[in-house]
């Protein structure tokens, strides 16, 4: 059974910086792209970027471009998304997703596993 635990979320003030992590359980970790999206109250899910199983290629929404940054350790089967110079139109509730093939899309049916999520909030 796959599972992914996400953790680091947290409060921060406007322009600063969190590192969001997720451990990854269950099924061949590096054959599988990751992903994170995120979604605000009262708002549809929104992807915010994605990693390839091998970690050589990434893409990003346009609104994180420039300030958010995915990488994975395969030998800990973990993901990673660091994010610096943070709004307060950041704050949502975070989730990590595994994909189902290798590389990684921009909607949901691109994934087929998900974590709980962890709350970001940034204050102004």
């Known amino acids: 059974q796959v599972q992914l635990v996400e953790s680091g979320g947290g409060l921060v003030q406007a322009g600063g910086s969190l590192r969001l992590s997720c451990a990854a359980s269950g099924r061949t970790f590096n054959l599988h792209a990751m992903a994170w999206f995120r979604q605000a109250p009262g708002k549809e899910r929104e992807f915010v970027g994605g990693?390839?199983?091998?970690?050589?290629?990434?893409h990003y929404a346009d609104f994180v471009k420039g300030r958010f940054t995915m990488s994975r350790d395969n030998a800990k089967n973990t993901a990673y998304l660091q994010m610096n110079s943070l709004k307060p139109e950041d704050t949502a509730v975070y989730y990590c997703?595994?994909?189902?093939?290798?590389?990684?899309?921009?909607?949901?049916?691109?994934?087929?596993?998900w974590g709980q999520g962890t709350q970001v909030t940034v204050s102004s």
């Open positions: 997703a595994q994909g189902r093939g290798y590389y990684a899309g921009s909607y949901d049916s691109h994934y087929d596993y």
């Open positions: 990693i390839s199983w091998t970690g050589d290629s990434t």
